[in-house]
């Protein structure tokens, strides 16, 4: 009976690693685009958005994944297609320059040790993300310097005043 309960307690020590190995996304591969605000005249607040397919050596599907951008934690939407994800970031004009944006991608394990760190004031630049994407957020346009409603009407004005001087010369 001893013997069989420590052959039974080896074998789920040799199992324990295999099953829990499971849930780790294996090199994965990664396809992106993304989005960013092209102008602020249309919109009051500059959106960022990554839309990514992550396939993994070992063919683990529909893993949850987390982003870190800038010290700021987001969950990774799941589309309706297999294995894609999208991150959106919103905030004023001010608050997001134009430049390039680090993206870290955590899965599940990754984000709870990313946690961890938040929690106890430690540097989170040490953990290792699944893989990290770089958004290149060119800046907003703010609009033409003058608008054109005012150069539509300094043009009405224009002609108008064209037409009333050559009327008054014809009458006088």
């Excluded at 102008?39 to 982003?67: D, G, P, Q, W």
């Excluded at 984000?111 to 004031?121: D, E, I």
């Amino acid at each position: 009976m001893a013997a069989t309960s420590k052959v039974l307690v080896i074998i789920a020590l040799c199992l324990l690693p295999v099953l829990t190995y499971g849930d780790t996304c294996l090199a994965p591969q990664v396809k992106s685009q993304f989005y960013s605000t092209p102008e602020a005249v249309v919109s009051s607040e500059t959106v960022l958005i990554a839309e990514f397919t992550v396939n993994c050596k070992n063919n683990l599907k529909n893993i949850n994944l987390y982003a870190d951008v800038g010290g700021r934690t987001i969950p990774a939407t799941k589309t309706s297609e297999p294995n894609k994800y999208q991150i959106s970031i919103t905030d004023e004009h001010k608050k997001l320059p134009s430049g390039n944006y680090e993206i870290r991608i955590f899965d599940e394990e990754g984000f709870a040790l990313l946690r961890k760190a938040q929690r106890s004031g430690e540097s989170t630049d040490s953990l290792k993300p699944l893989f990290t994407l770089t958004l290149n957020h060119p800046g907003i346009w703010s609009g033409p310097i003058v608008q054109t409603e005012f150069v539509a009407a300094m043009s009405a004005i224009v002609v108008w005043w064209m037409a009333y001087t050559a009327r008054a010369k014809l009458l006088a």
